[in-house]
């Protein structure tokens, strides 16, 4: 069943705090929204521009790890408005992600855009399929001009995102942004 992220986030510590701190009414009313877990051409357009992404998985022993993810822009890929998914490159071969995932299926994506202080959270159910069980998922998850070696292809069932408070999002710009912004000087 897809909700509203308040109802991944917002556990009975959560609210007692913000009952403490004096933000639950606001934040009540947020519960009653109604679930927000398709995507529209906003968070699909935002989610295909970006270059990288954080992913936060959890492992056996209770603690959480979050893994950077960073290949050319476009690689996270909307499949339709609840799936995502991208071709698992070769990387450091620690395999922790890969691994927590074996055991809890759940995963949370932080998309962050420095330069115009814009970030998306996305609470995602994960399936993981190696490169020889579905060569078709493969194919249409690579990235023909990166010649990095597939491992596997991972697919990510939306159940609800939250586009968060850019206030204290530091702007930073990339090699491209920067030659962008300074090619007309």
């Known amino acids: 069943m897809n909700q509203n992220f308040?109802?991944?986030?917002?556990?009975?510590?959560v609210r007692k705090v913000q009952e403490h701190y004096g933000?639950?009414?606001a934040y009540a009313r947020m519960e009653t929204s109604g679930d927000q877990y398709r995507l529209t051409e906003r968070e699909t357009e935002f989610i295909q521009s970006q270059d990288?992404?954080?992913?936060?998985?959890?492992?056996?022993?209770?603690?959480?790890?979050?893994?950077?993810?960073?290949?050319?822009?476009?690689?996270?890929?909307?499949?339709?408005?609840?799936?995502?998914?991208?071709?698992?490159?070769?990387?450091?071969r620690q395999y922790i992600s890969?691994?927590?995932?074996?055991?809890?299926?759940?995963?949370?994506?932080?998309?962050?855009?420095?330069?115009?202080?814009r970030r998306l959270k996305i609470w995602n159910e994960v399936i993981i399929t190696e490169t020889g069980e579905d060569p078709a998922l493969v194919?249409?998850?690579?990235?023909?001009?990166?010649?990095?070696?597939?491992e596997r292809a991972v697919l990510l069932k939306v159940q609800?995102?939250?586009?968060?408070?850019?206030?204290?999002?530091?702007?930073?710009?990339?090699?491209?942004?920067?030659?962008?912004m300074t090619a007309s000087i």
């Open 6 to 13: 308040t109802q991944f986030a917002f556990t009975d510590s």
């Open 98 to 117: 890969s691994s927590n995932l074996q055991t809890e299926n759940r995963a949370a994506l932080i998309l962050m855009d420095y330069a115009n202080q």
């Open 23 to 25: 933000s639950r009414k």
């Open 160 to 180: 609800a995102f939250d586009w968060n408070c850019p206030q204290h999002i530091t702007p930073r710009y990339t090699a491209s942004e920067i030659e962008q």
């Open 52 to 92: 990288s992404f954080y992913m936060a998985t959890g492992g056996e022993n209770g603690w959480p790890y979050v893994q950077f993810r960073g290949e050319p822009a476009g690689f996270l890929k909307a499949i339709d408005d609840t799936t995502l998914g991208y071709a698992n490159f070769r990387g450091s």
């Open 139 to 150: 194919k249409m998850l690579e990235m023909p001009d990166y010649k990095a070696s597939i």
